[in-house]
């Protein structure tokens, strides 16, 4: 507005000039020039020159302000963008501040992550293909191409597959704001974080199909089974238990050095289930509850791989006459189904589990050097300058996994084919990958000899 005026008062200025020099020069052709028609033509060729640079000025001013009004609008939005890089700024420092205080053993002092998102459902929800469907229930299945956001639908497909929601009564909205609660709550970790929830789950999920656990299992028994999958490493600080117990970490002291993480994870899906908008066992009595919450702490305790031997040799004592009906007997069966599941990625194609491989071995490396730098003992297969990825995955692989899934298989012969013979191969071809990894150290010891 205040350019326009001063293009209206710059118009009637002009004007005014023109009047005043055509009034001059008439007043000058009465007292100087004795041609009355030549002094008219100068007369009327000023006046044009005048109301041309009028004109011209008039123009001027029009595109002055034009100009003036695209900077307006350029300063504007040059402004939103720096709100927007200072908000962006303000994000990353409240991340790293909490990344900083995670990371110094301050377990569960943020109370907002484990508050429910109200605005459910708040993540884009993901379309299954009939395709993903299907792969969804084999051991084959790609962890790595799928977002948070589609791996949630996914999990949220599997309890409505299974007839867990419908049988249970369960809120869809109260289990996409648990599942999204349970997002949260995993920390990027490199390898414990919300993927390997996933995948752990997704395992979990593909070995019910795969032996037709709901004909011989309750109901209940594959809704622990799937819930203590999901809230298995809730909140993993992303070192492992001999960390804790020997640095004395508050959690180790609050656990007294028995299963400091597992009960942690325990504790923190309670927590969450404590949480009305996110309790989806809100539809169960008091008594059914407790069987409920028994059942996921018992698995969830025995995915401490300190227990590994004593659950192992347990379930190989029952398995040659396993009694579907002896609850001590479906127990036992069901912490060796977590286990299985928890350590599962070498049964997956190569090109889906070797990344996991390098996941683990940068965790353990980053937690080698965290002991050294603290002075604590320090594992041989977490130390970068001892360990290799053959050496790690084939004692591994020999024995603690096929061992403990050729067990499983006298129960259930279908999960040969799909999950111990990946299991052989693997073996086989971390055993190659050592041998040429021999050979080259031996060709270079010999060139140092020289």
Not at 16 to 26: I, K
Not at 414 to 442: C, G, H, T
Request: aromatic share 10%.
């Amino acid at each position: 507005m205040k350019c326009f005026r001063r293009v209206q008062c710059c118009r009637y200025s002009t004007e005014r000039r023109v009047r005043v020099v055509f009034f001059l020069c008439v007043t000058q052709h009465h007292l100087f020039l004795p041609d009355k028609e030549e002094l008219f033509q100068n007369v009327l060729t000023q006046v044009a020159e005048q109301f041309s640079r009028a004109f011209k000025i008039n123009e001027l001013k029009t595109e002055v302000t034009n100009r003036l009004a695209m900077l307006e609008k350029r300063v504007e939005l040059e402004g939103m963008k720096v709100v927007e890089i200072e908000k962006c700024r303000s994000d990353i420092k409240k991340l790293r501040e909490e990344m900083a205080s995670r990371n110094n053993n301050h377990f569960l002092d943020d109370n907002k992550k484990l508050t429910p998102r109200r605005d459910v459902p708040s993540y884009p929800k993901y379309h299954l293909s009939q395709e993903t469907v299907e792969a969804l229930r084999q051991p084959t299945f790609d962890v790595w191409q799928w977002e948070p956001n589609e791996m949630l639908s996914c999990l949220e497909h599997m309890y409505h597959d299974l007839d867990l929601v419908k049988d249970f009564n369960m809120n869809p909205i109260t289990l996409k704001r648990w599942l999204l609660c349970i997002h949260d709550n995993y920390r990027m970790n490199p390898f414990h974080n919300f993927r390997h929830c996933f995948c752990v789950t997704q395992m979990m999920y593909s070995m019910i199909c795969l032996c037709s656990l709901q004909e011989t299992f309750t109901q209940v028994d594959i809704l622990i089974l799937m819930t203590a999958a999901v809230c298995h490493d809730l909140d993993h600080p992303g070192y492992n238990n001999m960390y804790q117990i020997n640095a004395r970490t508050e959690l180790a002291v609050r656990y007294n050095d028995i299963s400091p993480l597992e009960n942690h994870h325990c504790a923190v899906a309670f927590q969450i289930f404590s949480q009305p908008d996110c309790n989806i066992f809100s539809t169960f009595d008091p008594e059914a509850f407790k069987q409920i919450r028994q059942g996921i702490i018992t698995l969830i305790l025995a995915t401490d791989m300190a227990r590994h031997g004593e659950i192992l040799d347990s379930f190989k004592h029952k398995v040659d006459s396993f009694d579907f009906t002896d609850e001590e007997h479906v127990t036992c069966l069901k912490m060796v189904l977590i286990k299985c599941c928890d350590i599962s990625n070498e049964v997956r194609p190569m090109e889906v589990a070797e990344p996991w491989a390098d996941c683990l071995l940068e965790e353990y490396f980053m937690q080698s050097d965290r002991e050294k730098a603290e002075g604590l003992p320090v594992a041989p297969f977490m130390d970068r300058e001892k360990v290799t990825k053959p050496t790690a995955q084939i004692g591994f692989i020999k024995f603690v996994l096929i061992p403990m899934f050729e067990t499983v298989m006298k129960l259930f012969p279908q999960i040969e084919d799909v999950m111990v013979q990946p299991l052989r191969e693997s073996r086989d071809r971390y055993e190659e990958l050592k041998q040429i990894d021999d050979a080259m150290n031996e060709v270079r010891g010999a060139e140092k000899e020289k």
